[in-house]
């Protein structure tokens, strides 16, 4: 089991920056590949990034890419996602999501994950 709790988000205007952090629970943090996903209201939920159990691997929705940044501190038990260049558009609560590290399916699809944090509202106003 594995526990994952996100924060940082708020209220931030157009072309501000915010840093998200999601931190996880238990021994083998490092054996997770990790993702961040959103949903804002009346859509459905998306995929944002995505960072493999090692780091060496990222993956960003067309969307984001350029303007976020995802990371992770495998000492920390934490992953963070740097969003800069924010647009109303970015509007959402953004979850952080584990998955095993040999899981399959792909990294952009949310069905591939196993464990999801509570989620953080990110506001953007124009």
């Known amino acids: 089991q594995v526990q994952l709790v996100e924060s940082g988000g708020g209220l931030v205007q157009a072309g501000g920056s915010l840093r998200l952090s999601c931190a996880?629970?238990?021994?083998?943090?490092?054996s997770y590949a990790m993702g961040w996903f959103r949903q804002a209201p009346g859509k459905e939920r998306e995929f944002v990034a995505a960072i493999?159990?090692?780091g060496g691997s990222t993956y960003y929705a067309d969307s984001v890419k350029g303007r976020f940044t995802i990371s992770r501190d495998n000492a920390k038990n934490t992953v963070y996602l740097q969003m800069n260049g924010l647009k109303p558009e970015d509007t959402a609560v953004y979850y952080c999501a584990s998955r095993q590290r040999y899981r399959g399916g792909s990294y952009y699809t949310g069905a591939s994950y196993d464990y999801w944090g509570q989620g953080t509202q990110v506001t953007v106003s124009s």
């Open 24 to 30: 996880a629970s238990g021994r083998t943090f490092s």
């Open 52 to 54: 493999t159990w090692s």
